[in-house]
């Protein structure tokens, strides 16, 4: 069974960088694309990026584009969400997740309810 584990949030100034990172254990293989979401209190999951299993791929919501680059590991399966020039209204839990995707421009990779493994979610805080 797939496990996905993140890594790396925390509470950073506005204008930081700050890096997340997702360890999939428990599956061999590189053959998926990762998202990534984030959700904040009271507010519904939202997309913020992704990138196809060859990471030729990556796929980005409007707000994040221009600050955010996906990248994988499949030697080491695991994939890192790099975020720069962050924002207090980035401040949110951000979640790692695997469905039923090689790419990222297939329909349907931005809605987090077609989604079967998710990570444990990491509080990314953003101070003004």
């Known amino acids: 069974q797939m496990q996905l584990v993140e890594s790396g949030g925390g509470l950073v100034q506005a204008g930081d960088s700050l890096r997340l990172s997702c360890a999939v254990v428990?599956?061999?293989?590189?053959?998926?694309?990762m998202g990534w979401f984030r959700q904040a209190p009271g507010k519904e999951r939202e997309f913020v990026g992704g990138i196809g299993w060859s990471a030729g791929t990556q796929k980005y919501a409007d707000d994040m584009k221009g600050r955010c680059t996906s990248s994988r590991d499949n030697t080491n399966n695991t994939g890192t969400l790099q975020m720069n020039s962050l924002k207090p209204e980035d401040t949110s839990d951000y979640f790692c997740?695997?469905?039923?995707?090689?790419?990222?421009?297939?329909?349907?990779?931005?809605?987090?309810?077609?989604?079967?493994?998710w990570g444990q979610g990491i509080q990314v805080t953003v101070a003004s």
């Open positions: 997740a695997v469905g039923p995707f090689h790419r990222p421009d297939t329909v349907g990779f931005d809605a987090a309810w077609l989604y079967v493994y």
């Open positions: 428990g599956h061999r293989n590189s053959d998926y694309a």
